[in-house]
C-alpha cells in the first residue's frame, strides 16, 4: 500500500509558506486573493520552492500569515514579549477605526511617560 507522505517539510521558506497557509485553512486560491496574485499556480510555485518569493513580495506575504519576513526566511522565530504581542493584536482586533486610533493613542501617551 502506498500511502502519501502529508507531511510538510518546513525547512524551506516554501515549506513554511505551505504549512502556515493549511494551519489558516486556506486554498492556495484564497491565498493567492489575500496577497494580489490571480493564479494559485504562482502559490504551489512558492510552497515548492519553484519560484523565489521578491523582496517586494516577502513582506506582504508576512503580514498576510501573520508570520516575520525572518521566520519565512531563515525558519527561525524570534522570541517576542507576551506584552508587545498583546498590545500588538489588541488595536487589530478592535471594529472600529475610532477604537484603535484611541488605543494606539493611548500607548503613545504611556510610552511618552516612560
Known amino acids: 500500500m502506498n500511502q502519501k507522505n502529508t507531511e510538510i517539510d518546513t525547512s524551506t521558506m516554501g515549506g513554511r509558506i505551505k504549512a502556515i497557509r493549511i494551519q489558516k485553512g486556506w486554498s492556495q486560491e484564497e491565498m493567492g486573493f489575500r496577497i494580489g496574485v490571480n493564479k494559485k499556480s504562482v502559490i504551489s510555485e512558492y510552497e515548492n520552492d519553484k ?55 493611548h500607548i503613545r501617551i504611556v510610552a511618552l511617560m516612560e
Open 51 to 105: 519560484r523565489a518569493v521578491t523582496l517586494a513580495m516577502l513582506p506582504i506575504l508576512a503580514d498576510v500569515l501573520g508570520s516575520t519576513m525572518n521566520y519565512l526566511v531563515t525558519g527561525h522565530a524570534a522570541k517576542e514579549d507576551p506584552d508587545i504581542v498583546l498590545a500588538i493584536q489588541l488595536p487589530k482586533d478592535l471594529k472600529t477605526e475610532k477604537g484603535r486610533k484611541a488605543a494606539i493613542e
